[in-house]
């Protein structure tokens, strides 16, 4: 995988974890503290790892199961995209790093509807139960349109890796496929925002309500 121009540790992190799975994240690892004790240059740290998949009966399942697929894919584009020039490579890159934190946010969320399903099948008491279930399809509602903006950002960089490789990519730096890519990753961009902004909202919302119906409150 090529390694982001100019990119940030965080960056260059993300790529690996994302696009080369738990071996690199292993290998990176080992690397780290090889050159810790020869004293040699730092290695970046590890990104953290994603949380885990959602069970098949869990609603946030297909959403994140589209999510993966849309990720291996959209990495062979980008890699393919990158042979159109500096402009275009810089594009994609960015678009590889704003892809690894929005799979990270979309994972964590997936992640925490399952927790408020699993929560809702221990609540006892139905007032409770039923406030709980209320917090499941608007965590829902969130996944699906982060997906679905993922998705996008899978269609610009299938675009952009066409043109490309038919050398019409940029014209004076900057093509329509260009532009329409680094738009779909500034939309993206913001969504993982806003979702890692309130993720923990949702689940401390639950936990109050729960402790607060419990029988005999």
Do not use: K, W, Y
């Amino acid at each position: 995988m090529a390694v982001p121009a100019g990119g940030s540790t965080r960056e260059v992190c993300a790529g690996l974890g994302a696009f080369f799975g738990t071996r690199a994240v292993v290998a990176l690892a080992s690397l780290r503290s090889a050159r810790q004790r020869a004293g040699g240059p730092p290695v970046p740290a590890l990104p953290p790892p994603l949380p885990l998949p959602p069970p098949v009966q869990s609603a946030a399942f297909p959403a994140v199961r589209r999510l993966d697929a849309a990720g291996v894919a959209l990495r062979r584009l980008l890699l393919t995209a990158r042979a159109g020039g500096a402009t275009v490579a810089a594009t994609a890159d960015a678009a590889m790093a704003s892809a690894a934190a929005a799979e990270r946010a979309l994972h964590a969320q997936a992640s925490q509807l399952a927790t408020v399903e699993s929560t809702a099948a221990t609540v006892v008491d139905p007032r409770a139960r039923a406030t709980v279930q209320a917090a499941i399809n608007p965590l829902l509602g969130d996944l699906e349109e982060g997906v679905a903006a993922f998705e996008q950002l899978l269609a610009a960089a299938a675009e952009l890796a066409s043109a490309s490789v038919g050398g019409a990519a940029a014209t004076d730096g900057v093509g329509p496929a260009t532009q329409r890519l680094r738009e779909a990753t500034d939309s993206l961009a913001g969504l993982a925002h806003g979702l890692r902004t309130v993720a923990g909202l949702g689940t401390v919302a639950a936990a109050e309500t729960t402790a607060g119906h419990r029988p005999g409150n």
